[in-house]
C-alpha cells in the first residue's frame, strides 16, 4: 500500500462523525445544539456524560488506528505515521460530509499521539485531567495540554517527525479553541454541567 493511501486512510477515519451520530441516537443533532461542534465535547454537553465518554472514545480510536496501520507499514521510512496523524486530526476538523466543518480534533488527536509518542501523551493527559479537575474547563485543558506536547516532547527526547507533528497539533489546538480562549479570558467560557 503506498504512503499516499495511507494518508487518505487517515482523513477518512478522522472524518467519521462518530459523536455526531450518537448524538442522533438521542435525537440531538450537534450542530444545531450546544457549541453547533460535532464532537465529543459537546456531545457531552448535549447528550450526558457516558455519551460524551463513548464520543471520545471513538474520536481517538479513529485517530489512533489509522497511526497503528501506517506504523506497521514497512516503506514508512519514519515519516508516514507522524504524517496519518496530520491526515486523521485534518479529517475531523474538516469532515467533508459537513461542508469541510468540523469538530476541534483534540481526541483524534489524542488517540493518533498515543501510538506515535506515548510517554508525550501521556504526561499532556495528566494535566489535562488536573486543569479539568481544578477549573472544569475542557478547553482550558485541551488548549493548556496541547501546548504542553512539543515540550514534553523534548523532555522524552523524541524523534524529529514526531516532534515536527506535536509542534503542529499544539498550534493547531491554539487555532482551533481561539473563541474558546477569548471566553476564557473574558470569563464567559462554560464549565462542565453548565448547559
Known amino acids: 500500500m503506498g504512503a499516499a493511501l495511507y494518508i487518505v486512510i487517515g482523513f477518512l ?3 467519521i462523525p462518530f459523536s455526531w451520530f450518537l448524538g442522533r441516537l438521542k435525537g440531538v443533532d450537534l450542530r444545531e445544539h450546544g457549541s453547533g461542534n460535532p464532537g465529543a465535547t459537546n456531545l457531552l454537553r ?5 455519551m460524551g465518554v463513548a464520543g471520545l472514545l471513538l474520536d481517538a480510536a479513529k485517530g489512533a488506528v489509522p497511526v497503528l496501520l501506517a506504523s506497521s507499514s ?14 486523521a486530526v ?20 489524542l488517540g493518533a499521539l498515543l501510538v506515535l509518542s506515548t510517554n508525550t501523551v501521556l504526561c499532556a493527559l495528566g494535566l489535562f485531567i488536573l486543569l479539568l479537575a481544578l477549573f ?24 524529529i517527525y514526531p516532534e515536527i507533528v506535536l509542534g ?14 477569548k471566553r476564557i ?3 464567559t467560557e462554560r464549565k462542565i454541567g453548565e448547559k
Open 13 to 15: 477515519c478522522g472524518s
Open 46 to 50: 448535549t447528550s450526558g456524560t457516558a
Open 74 to 87: 514497512t516503506m514508512q521510512g519514519g515519516w508516514l505515521p507522524s504524517a496519518v496523524v496530520i491526515s
Open 90 to 109: 485534518c479529517g475531523h476538523v474538516f469532515m467533508p460530509w459537513f461542508g469541510f466543518k468540523g469538530g476541534k480534533g483534540v481526541a483524534t488527536a
Open 136 to 159: 472544569k474547563m475542557v478547553s482550558l485543558g485541551s488548549v493548556i495540554s496541547g501546548i504542553s506536547l512539543p515540550f514534553f516532547g523534548i523532555l522524552f527526547k523524541t524523534h
Open 168 to 181: 503542529i497539533i499544539a498550534l493547531a489546538i491554539l487555532v482551533t479553541h481561539k473563541e474558546n480562549i
Open 185 to 187: 479570558f473574558s470569563g
